[in-house]
């Protein structure tokens, strides 16, 4: 489907623009799509403290974070921290639901809740199983 999509789109763009250029980077993207959609998602344990969150080998600190969030993206839960600096992505990670009333207590005692719900980027992500 991403073959057929691409090849698509490109033609039809090649076809109305007569651009090379414009066609040939929709056929980069495909190719830079398909190889990075092939890989498998890697193993990284979460540890939540007292001190901060681990994920990883590297530690955040909770003054990092402006606020938190429990969201639930089909299957997964996931907590979401947003982060005070303006260039700092969010970070996120993924738990048991058993485990969610204790990682609420132990968050919210650092940081105010924030409800918040999948942006659309998670879920079309979440639908082309990317």
């Known amino acids: 489907m991403l073959i057929l999509g691409t090849t698509l789109l490109a033609g039809g763009t090649y076809l109305l623009t007569k651009e090379y250029f414009a066609a040939g ?3 980069a993207v495909g190719i830079i799509f398909a190889f ?10 979460y ?9 990883g080998e590297k530690s955040y600190g909770y003054e990092l ?5 429990l ?3 089909g299957m997964l839960n996931t907590i979401q921290l947003a982060p005070l600096k303006r260039f700092m992505p969010p970070i996120s990670a993924y738990y048991d639901a058993a485990d969610e009333e204790k990682i609420s207590d132990i968050l919210s005692s650092h940081l105010p809740y924030e409800a918040q719900q999948p942006d659309f980027i998670d879920r079309l992500s979440h639908r082309l199983k990317f």
């Not at 974070?65 to 969030?69: D, H, I």
């Open 47 to 55: 540890e939540l403290s007292e001190a901060g969150l681990r994920i």
């Open 36 to 45: 990075y959609s092939r890989q498998k998602p890697r193993q990284v344990t």
């Open 25 to 27: 980077t929709i056929a």
């Open 65 to 69: 974070f402006k606020s938190f969030a």
């Open 71 to 73: 969201v639930k993206e």
